[in-house]
């Protein structure tokens, strides 16, 4: 099947409840950078792709790195003086502070207060708290049970383990005819939390599920890792490979109500970039583009200076933009099918594009060829209908001459990629294109020097 | 005698009304791609400038097309049950579907509606439609009329030939002192219709007339020729010679009430694109530039990938933005003296850029030269009359290192040609500035490649 | 000391109030482009800083130019046939047109006012005028003290001498550790006017009185010359070494109340170009940033085409912006030391990114480096205050590649320089930056030929 097939048979709504549905699977593990929980999320994508789950030793060195201990915890509580469990891991997984080391003990409630995280501004709400490379532990409440506690003393108790085991991470390639690849990536080391890192997850394992069936142009990379300490772990262990990564997009927090963003890549102009600015340029809705910075998620990784990946990052509202990230609210209720479905289409556009984007050259370029006698143009004139497909292959036609791609004449013409790439197919029927033997990944580097 | 002497003796309003004389004249003719309303018109055109006629023969193959065979029509017309004349080609020759193959015949009114062609928004008015390439026969009428037929038989007569001939198109090449060559092109292929072919017509023609009196730096080759097909035809028979073109400009619908229109090259920063920006932008009236699109007149042959020619065309109101295009309704009326005077001056505003644009080099260019022992200074300050020309010798001295042209200088320094290259003229009398070795062509080809 | 230790301890009301009175110590000192009024204005500099007062012959061919004549004065005057002296010389250096020649003698009204200049509009202002060139005598008067002029004879005297002698202009050179220069110039020809000349000469020399203080990378040179004739007589003289200037500025008015203009070199993106829009941009107050223009200051002789050094102009209104310019109205009231003062620090400003913008390699560019084990990162999040600094090292470590300065990056980030210079700083220390081998200059040039 190619690509233009399958996109007419994917709705939306269908592919956006899938999506929530395997989000509300994955919601109640709890997951960090290191540990089962990790581990168990990898195995339920394995139901949908056959994932390759790979394992880095505790104090691998990566870079300027180490893999760290591994985390795992049981149970965890906060007892009052009566015994009553105040705070109960089993209820909510981000009550404890992720990589919190073992605890058991009696505490007054001043001692237990430096251990204690609320948002004050949002009384209501639990936050989310790591302390990965810094031995501590402690407890995550909302701040209106934070400000009920009293002068007692309390029973706090983190049954966990932070011992040398391993990192976790999900790699599955997708082969295309071609070596070079396209990266997609996204974070899985966060808990209960489903717009950042559950709804990139979904999004990679049905983007993957999708693109499995097809005949692709590229081969198609999918990491599913902890964010930073596994897209350095991945970067350092496939150094030598990562040449063939030639277009790639990182996702996260692609479910909420939000408008689309997309930010680019440190290049600012590589064709990822081109591509999502178009798609969003046409998508008849708000968007917003957002330029390189050197903070947000694994796309730091990707485009540190000695890498410098064509590497975007595709978002609906950016962690910095809604109150709801690294809380409690950042729940089932707050993504929606509709956003999930919506983010999944234009990634898969995206695809389209990808694949089908190509340098031509016209056969006939001196002059207009005679597209009447091909039954390519109308006869009388007046027929609105066939006058944008008409203008397409013109355009297709004055601009093919083995330096422009069809990205470069849909921007050029304002015309929509797939309008400009339906003219090519028509066109290269017809005997009037051929491919040229430049690749497009050539004329992108010489753009690229402008 | 040059240029600038020249600029000085015409007026808008005269040359407009002998503009719009000529296209009176030129208005009852029925022309077509082929046929011998070309040649009358050409015959016409050689009572002002020595026009030579070409002859192409039917069948000749130019790149994908084939010459058409030649068409010519004696009578046309429709009559009722009763023998009235309701349609006469005598009255008006757009009844006629141009390219109509002989017919003559009774018909009833049901058979004969499918060869009749209305516009139902403007019910007064006859269209213009044309079948070149698809054998067909067929009448042109307000809608009103075609309303007010009757359920009867009708005689239709169509008294044409369509038999092997000639397609002819005008040439004329004014000798400059370089063999470069700048093309002035218009198509000639529409019966009466005034705007769209014949305004070009009148203005490639005073224009070739004006400018064979002068001594010229460049050669001016003015073409002649039917729509589409001439070009092609043209291009093809000097396939070898078209390299000599270094400037060129396609003029149609300039006699319109709108505001002038320019249209770029291909190349989008080509001279002959910057000239007529600057000379709009200093005009002190609105104006509209486009960019270069692969559909209008025959800059989509001389744009064609192959040939990529630096050749813009000139308007007033685009072809696809006004109602009476290919209507009875562009008529004598809907061109206006002011407007044919105004497209006119505009292109010798052009001409007289491209004369005298060059690249100087300042010979004293280690700090300012004195003006003032020169004369070229006010001593007392204060004389704001020559401030300007002050401003303007200071802009191209300290320019002219032999990169910038007097256009580069002159929209750097936002101030208009002719003040600069009168500046570069008194330098030159005094002996601060020379001729740089560069050409023009090299340092555009050179900023070409930005 | 290095200049972040000196930007704090200068304020900018004490180094403004310091100006103003200097400027009022020159203030009565009748100027000229030259005479002993330049002389005695350099030796009032010299108590500032050890300038070498330079001398050349008049006579002396300096490019397109001669030096002229020396031109000094002792004494002019206007008496009425009562012999009350109705304009003293002594009483405002401007009643003199600048280069009178001698004078002595009774005259008419009708002939004495072809001596005579006033400015109509602005009737209690005494115009600046004069005639270096050519010679003439005259005076210069309020319009009302013109108007009330009688019919009867006036004995006029300029007791002036204009006779072989010297140009005069001081030139102090601070070394740095590079020979690479950076210019600092103003001029010094007028008599009585502050924003036009004295602001610039009060400036200047406070500059550099800083600056000689401290350790410096480039060597800093300033010239104090005579407008025009100045600066060409030491490009003449010193053409060898132009090529050591690789930055500039000029001063002019930079003390009156308006906004802070920028105009650019020649050049149009040289570093100091970048320099000064990024403190502008950066300054929290409206300003100016000008195109570069052949007319104005001394930087129409630095960026003449043979020259073409990167030097720009630093201004708060332009000369032709401000009524008052070339009157008895730019006077001590007209400018302000808190402007004086706001002038000055946005040069130490410049100064500042000068000396310390440099193009870095990050030692670690295979992904980040592990900033918080090195103490550099917040271990908890949510420290609003260090987050700026953070972002700030992101920056950096990511954009040092060996192509990009300090400059570069706070471009891009949006970030001022202090705060990207500081994180470089803090980077340095932690052994992740190294200077790269590359020159600034280089990348400069590289990014000129874009």
Redesign the interface.
Known sequence: MNIHDLRKQITRDRIGSEMHDFISELYPICRSITGNGVRATLRRIRTHIPLEIREVPSGTKV???LIPNEWNIRDAYIKDSRGNKIIDFGRCNLHVLSYSTPVKRKIKLSELRKHLFSIPEKPDWIPY?T?Y??E?WGFCMSHRQLESLTQEEYEVCIDSVLEPGYLSYGEYLIPGSSTDEVLISCHICHPSLCNDNLSGIALSTMLAKTLKALTLRYSYRFLLIPG?IG??AW??LN?KQVSKIKHGIVLANVGDEGITTYKKS?RGNSEVDRIFEHILRHSGTDYRIEDF???GYDE??Y??????LPVGCLMRTPHDQFGEYHTSADNLDFIKPWSLGDSFLKCLSAVSVLETNQVYS?R???????L??RGLYR???GNVDKKAAE?AM??V?????ATHSLLDIAER?GMHFDDIERAAHLLLSAGLLEESTDQVQEVQSHAGT?
């Open positions: 870079f300027d790195w708290r302390s490379y810094s501590n930073t897209s350095i970067l350092c150094e440190r910075s050197p903070y730091r990784q485009c540190s200076p000695a890498f410098d016209n006939s370029p001196k002059c207009e060829p005679q009447g006698r006869d009388l004139g203008f013109l355009w036609l004055n601009q093919s001459d013409s402008k």
